[in-house]
């Protein structure tokens, strides 16, 4: 199992595929963010932000989690948590038939002080659309063994 | 419509109940944070952060996001999107039977300078479990009709 030494600081890696179909966009939305403006056509229509059907932030989100689990789990990482995010930024709007893909940068790996047993891994991670436009940037902590 | 104005800083609300089943805490991290913790009560029990089957952050942040939705449109409050969060901190596990509130605070209310027909609200999000617990907490910029 890989441990915190084996997070490079300044390393850059490119990865994913996620498709934001219209279904899931509409159903993500249903659940957890039910507003007009990713639900109804007419009503994006009119939002001078997304002027069509956009998916949930936190759906592009979610989605943006999903290609790190996937990819941590090809390339032998582990995580154990997180205690959150330094900052999160909704870029450009996400459209249904996008498709998403992830570029990673370890910004610090250290042990924490209080709990030597574990690693902390800071990293930004930028989403991209189809296009090379970024649509969503974070800088989040992943607990990592020591 | 409610506007701009409306938002006034310092004030404070309680609202919302979430209950987080084990079947959407399994379902949301099978499609998003197919993480071992999140989906196994096995792995589970010996990650030292969780302890026992704990709901992916992210579908926590969804499930606040419901509850934010649906009291906005209770009390007549229309948002238009959001250019992101400044901070997120999942502070206490979410565990499958878990009934989530919300307490949100609004710390600033200003219009755009470039675009000065929107606002710019930036709230204080709690999110608290039934013990009282905080869960999560994060400041949201929320874009409104100035």
Do not use: C
Not at 12 to 21: A, K, L, P
Not at 45 to 60: D, E, K, M, Q, Y
Not at 83 to 111: C, H, M, N
Request: glycine content about 6%.
């Amino acid at each position: 199992m890989k441990k915190l030494a084996d997070y490079v600081v300044g390393n850059v890696e490119r990865f994913g595929s996620h498709r934001m179909t219209r279904e899931d966009v509409i159903e993500f939305a249903s659940r957890f963010d039910p507003q007009p403006f990713h639900l109804d056509d007419l009503a994006a229509a009119v939002n001078p932000i997304f002027g069509r059907l956009a998916a949930s932030g936190w759906h592009t989100a979610s989605a943006t989690m999903r290609m790190l689990v996937d990819h941590a789990r090809q390339t032998g990482f582990t995580a154990m948590g997180s205690p959150g995010l330094k900052s999160l930024r909704w870029i450009t709007p996400v459209y249904p038939g996008d498709v998403l893909s992830v570029e990673s940068e370890i910004l610090d790996a250290r042990q924490s002080k209080s709990r030597p047993e574990i690693g902390l891994v800071e990293a930004r991670t930028t989403t991209f659309n189809q296009h090379g436009e970024t649509v969503m940037s974070m800088i989040a902590t992943t607990v990592v063994p020591a």
